[in-house]
C-alpha cells in the first residue's frame, strides 16, 4: 500500500526529499507519518499531518529541518529534509492511518495500520 523512496547519501547540511506513494482510494482520509530506525536503535517517530495537511508535528529533534507534506490528488506524502546531521542516519518509514479522524496527528507508531519498506539515509560528516 506504501513505497517510500527518495532516501540516500548525502553530506551534513545537505538536503533530501522523501516521497512516499500510496495506492487506494482513501488515501485523502488517512494520517500520514513518518518513523525513522536507526542502526542497533529503536524506531523512532519524525512527523505526522492530517488528512488535509491542515495540522502538522514534528519530532523535537527535526524541527525547523524537516518538513512533511502531503498531496491528495497524487495520493503522495513527502519529507523534506534540510540542514541533515550524521545523526539523522537511518532507515526512513512512511506509515498511514486509516483510523483517525480529521485534524488528527498521530506520533503513536501503533496507531499506524499500514507501513512502506523504508528507504536508507545516510548522511556523512
Known amino acids: 500500500q506504501l513505497q517510500a523512496s527518495g532516501g540516500g547519501l548525502v553530506q551534513a547540511g545537505g538536503s533530501l526529499r522523501l516521497s512516499c506513494a500510496a495506492s487506494?482510494?482513501?488515501?485523502?482520509?488517512?494520517?500520514m507519518g513518518w518513523f525513522r530506525q536507526a542502526p542497533g536503535k529503536e524506531r523512532e517517530y519524525v512527523a505526522a499531518?492530517?488528512?488535509?495537511?491542515?495540522?502538522?508535528h514534528y519530532a523535537n529533534s527535526v524541527k525547523g529541518r524537516f518538513g512533511i507534506s502531503r498531496d491528495n490528488g497524487e495520493n503522495m506524502a513527502y519529507l523534506q529534509m534540510n540542514n541533515l546531521k550524521p545523526e539523522d542516519t537511518a532507515v526512513y518509514y512512511c506509515?498511514?492511518?486509516?483510523?483517525?479522524?480529521?485534524?488528527?496527528?498521530?506520533?503513536?507508531?501503533?496507531?499506524?495500520?499500514?507501513w512502506g519498506q523504508g528507504t536508507p539515509v545516510t548522511v556523512s560528516s
Open positions: 506509515a498511514a492511518d486509516d483510523n483517525a479522524v480529521a485534524g488528527a496527528v498521530v506520533v503513536d507508531s501503533n496507531a499506524y495500520d499500514y
Open positions: 499531518i492530517s488528512w488535509a495537511g491542515t495540522r502538522k
Open positions: 487506494g482510494r482513501h488515501f485523502s482520509s488517512w494520517a
